[in-house]
């Protein structure tokens, strides 16, 4: 059993930045799959960002690429989510999850078994 716990949403005009963090609680992220998803109103869970279980390999979606980063801090047992250049677009709950350990980046939801309460970020214009 993982528990996750997110934080450092709130709310940021467009162009600028948040980081968000996830801690796990209970088990070491060295053995899991870790990513990050968001849900807009009135629409689908979507993948943000994830890597694989060791970290060597990471995935993200078109949308955010070049302005989001995923890291992790294993001492900590953290993953983070720079977010840079926001957009209203961006303006979503963020979810982290994790799943058991995989060579490859799952980028469905659906693969992830371990998810936090979610974090709030909005984007101003």
């Known amino acids: 059993q993982v528990q996750l716990v997110e934080s450092g949403g709130g709310l940021v005009q467009a162009g600028g930045s948040l980081r968000l963090s996830c801690a796990a609680e209970?088990?070491?992220?060295?053995?899991?799959?870790m990513g990050w998803f968001r849900q807009a109103p009135g629409k689908e869970r979507e993948f943000v960002a994830g890597f694989n279980w060791s970290g060597s390999r990471t995935s993200y979606a078109d949308s955010v690429k070049g302005r989001f980063t995923i890291s992790r801090d294993i001492a900590k047992n953290t993953v983070d989510l720079q977010m840079n250049s926001l957009k209203r677009e961006d303006t979503a709950v963020y979810y982290c999850a994790a799943k058991s350990w995989s060579q490859n980046v799952a980028t469905s939801g659906g693969e992830y078994e371990y998810w936090g309460q979610g974090t709030q970020v909005t984007v101003s214009s």
């Open positions: 209970a088990r070491t992220i060295n053995n899991y799959n």
